[in-house]
């Protein structure tokens, strides 16, 4: 059994993705396709498809809606591996560090960026679903109450386990986003992403909850990741595609259905992944 926590077994895993193909596999920007962006993988050219069944530790991921494959391609001319479909930590006993794993997977690929999409519920007023948020800072609920990745993790190779985030969004790349979504005449706002632990989603009291504390959008995803992204040193784009507006009254409250969040994913998600080409032509 593979230890997410433990160095030299990460290294066995990456062994036994380069045992599968012949030729020799890297990439410079990874991707993680959450439900936001799961067309984006349609999109990898020359794609070497590995399964995540064939890959030692990675969990079996059964959300519908999701796929379970690690790609290896080029977009727009740049190497990328793309991870289609991810892991949440729900469906994984709250394990963020094995959740978390293919970032360090994909960081031995040699990945220095990392681009990464979820499908969220709105807050901010402003929003609309089918509407684009860049990421600028997050909120890890789970994170800050003792489910961060890097709990435990002891050996030096790892890097510091005092993982600043400041910049953890890139400033740089959040200004390229902006300006390819401006040339694209496409809605994009900034705002804070906020992940609770799931699966149910936030009651009313919840959603105003963290809408007094200042996020914009909501999900369960993406935080564990990019924190262990920043850990290595890759630089982060984060997008959330808003499928559906949070719940923030109690007296006129609608039903979230995962049914609405998938059907919105899947409309938004062609511009989404589009745009996200685009600024990948652009890096
Ligand atoms: Cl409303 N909440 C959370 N946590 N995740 C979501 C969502 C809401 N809508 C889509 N994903």
């Given at each position: 059994v593979i230890n997410p926590k433990n160095y030299d077994d990460l290294l066995t895993v990456v062994s036994a993705i380069r045992a599968q193909v012949d030729v020799p596999l890297e990439a410079e920007i990874g991707i993680i396709c959450g439900s936001g962006l799961g067309?984006?993988?349609?999109?990898?050219?020359n794609p070497i498809v590995i399964p995540y069944?064939?890959?030692?530790g990675f969990p079996v991921t059964n959300v519908p809606g999701h796929k379970g494959n690690l790609l290896f391609g080029t977009i727009a001319g740049k190497k990328v591996v793309c991870m289609q479909g991810r892991f949440h930590p729900y469906e994984h006993q709250m394990n963020t560090a094995l959740c978390a794993l293919p970032v360090r997977v994909m960081h031995q690929f040699g990945i220095k960026t990392m681009i990464v999409s979820n499908a969220a519920g709105g807050i901010n007023k402003n929003f609309q679903y089918g509407d684009l948020m860049l990421i600028k800072d997050h909120i890890f609920l789970p994170g800050l109450a003792?489910?961060?990745?890097?709990?435990?993790?002891?050996?030096?190779?790892?890097?510091?386990?005092?993982?600043?985030?400041?910049?953890a969004y890139n400033k740089d790349l959040r200004n390229l986003a902006i300006a390819v979504a401006n040339a694209k005449k496409m809605r994009l706002f900034e705002g804070v992403f906020v992940m609770s632990g799931g699966p149910q989603y936030e009651s009313p009291a919840e959603v105003n909850m963290f809408k007094t504390v200042g996020a914009d959008a909501l999900g369960m995803s993406t935080c564990h990741e990019v924190i262990v992204a920043r850990q290595c040193g890759i630089t982060c784009l984060g997008f959330s595609l808003i499928t559906n507006i949070a719940n923030l009254n109690v007296e006129n409250s609608v039903e979230v259905s995962h049914a609405e969040v998938l059907e919105t994913a899947k409309e938004a998600g062609e511009r989404a992944s589009s745009f996200v080409c685009d600024i990948i032509a652009n890096m």
């Open positions: 067309v984006i993988g349609d999109q990898v050219e069944s064939k890959i030692p003792g489910h961060s990745p890097l709990i435990g993790l002891k050996d030096p190779r790892y890097g510091r386990l005092f993982t600043s985030l400041h910049d």
